[in-house]
Nanobody, 126 residues
Framework: QVQLVESGGGSVQAGGSLRLSCAAS????????MAWFRQAPGKEREGVAA?????????AVSVKGRFTISQSQDNAKKSLYLQMNSLKPEDTAMYYC??????????????????WGQGTQVTVSS
């Protein structure tokens, strides 16, 4: 059973920063695509950022310039990170780590991801 485990969520004031981490419990080939999604109450899950199969990064317009996605691989296990700066109340959501065998800068819908973590809550107060 593949597990993706997120950590690093919490509550911050607007303008603050948080760093999310996601650890994979199994080996993913280096070309696997990993991404962060978020879902606020009453809203659909939306993509935040992804590291695509060719290693490039892509961001949602709403977070570009404020969030930075990165990944590492140690002992054949991937880790995914999301550095979130200049947080806004509208960033409040449950954040999920996800993985799939392929995605690109132009193709990374939530439905394409087969592996999901349990989520970590991010709350930004004004």
């Amino acid at each position: 059973q593949v597990q993706l485990v997120e950590s690093g969520g919490g509550s911050v004031q607007a303008g603050g920063s948080l760093r999310l981490s996601c650890a994979a419990s199994r080996y993913f080939y280096s070309r696997y695509c990993m991404a962060w999604f978020r879902q606020a109450p009453g809203k659909e899950r939306e993509g935040v950022a992804a590291v695509t199969s060719d290693g490039s990064t892509v961001y949602a317009v709403s977070v570009k310039g404020r969030f930075t996605i990165s990944q590492s691989q140690d002992n054949a296990k991937k880790s995914l990170y999301l550095q979130m700066n200049s947080l806004k109340p509208e960033d409040t959501a449950m954040y999920y780590c996800a993985a799939t065998s392929y995605c690109s800068r132009g193709y990374w819908p939530a439905g394409a991801f087969g592996y999901w973590g349990q989520g970590t809550q991010v709350t930004v107060s004004s």
